[in-house]
Structures are given as C-alpha cells and as structure tokens.
C-alpha cells in the first residue's frame, strides 16, 4: 500500500495561539503601546519579536492592509469623481 497522509495531523506552528479575534487584540495592544511609548518606526524583525510571530507572518498582515487602504482609497476616489 501507499504512505499514509498525516497531513491532517499537523499543527500550527503556534498550538497555543488563542483564537483570530483575540490574537488580534492582542497584537493591537502590543503595537499601541509601542506607539505610546514613541518607540518609533518599527522594523518587520523588532514587530515579530514583540508580537510572537515571524518576519513573514508580519510581512503578510502588513500586505493585506495596504491592500485594504488601497480598496478604500479606490473607493474614495470613484465616489469624487461622480
């Protein structure tokens, strides 16, 4: 017979991570108070460490709000112009 997929077996890379909602908060909090603090600008390296996440995860939120921003500024625009 084949090899047995285990596939679904795997984990997160995180198993303890909370939820979607919650883990959001939680970076919020986190990156606020950096911005509170005048921590200043951040780099991708200095956002994972204090969040517990890696480089491409941030990279990867980062892209889906400049992708978001730029939706709504899209938006923004056909609405001026009408």
Not at 60 to 77: G, P, S, T, V
């Amino acid at each position: 017979m084949g090899r047995k997929s285990t596939y679904h077996n795997y984990k997160s890379y995180a198993p303890n991570e909370p939820p979607s909602q919650k883990r959001t908060e939680k970076i919020d909090a986190i990156l606020r108070e950096a911005v509170e603090l005048g921590m200043g600008p951040l780099t991708s390296d200095a956002i994972a460490r204090m969040c517990g996440m890696s480089k491409q995860n941030v990279f990867q939120i980062e892209k889906r709000a400049i992708r978001k921003l730029r939706r709504i500024l899209h938006r923004e625009i056909d609405e001026h112009k009408r």
